[in-house]
């Protein structure tokens, strides 16, 4: 079993910066692909960004230039660097892993979301 416990988020002026972290931990042989992803009400969940084990890095385009992703493997932790937000931001944001799970295989993992308020 893999719990995702996330943290971050809230309520942030247009503007201003917000961070999100996710640790992931349970019977991980190792993480894979970490990201986030977002959904806003009444619409499907949309690619915030992603990121590697060997760091290399895909964002939505609607984000490039204001977020940043990055990942501790040591800690199994995925973060999310968001400046300039706007109130087109505003969603539940999910933490997202790919891991290789002992005598299991590859598995994708979700957290339960936490939202980030952008106020205009």
């Known amino acids: 079993q893999v719990q995702l416990v996330e943290s971050g988020g809230g309520l942030v002026q247009t503007g201003g910066s917000l961070g999100l972290s996710c640790a992931a931990s349970?019977?991980?042989?190792?993480?894979?692909?970490m990201g986030w992803y977002r959904q806003a009400p009444g619409k499907q969940r949309e690619l915030v960004a992603t990121?590697?084990?060997?760091?290399?890095?895909n964002y939505a385009d609607s984000v490039k230039g204001r977020f940043t992703i990055s990942r501790d493997n040591a800690k199994n932790t995925v973060y999310l660097q968001m400046n300039s937000l706007k109130p087109e931001d505003t969603c539940v944001y999910y933490c997202y892993v790919n891991a290789l799970i002992l005598f299991t295989g590859a598995m994708d993992y979700w957290g339960r979301g936490t939202l980030v308020t952008v106020s205009s």
């Open positions: 990121i590697t084990a060997d760091g290399s890095t």
């Open positions: 349970g019977s991980i042989f190792s993480v894979r692909t």
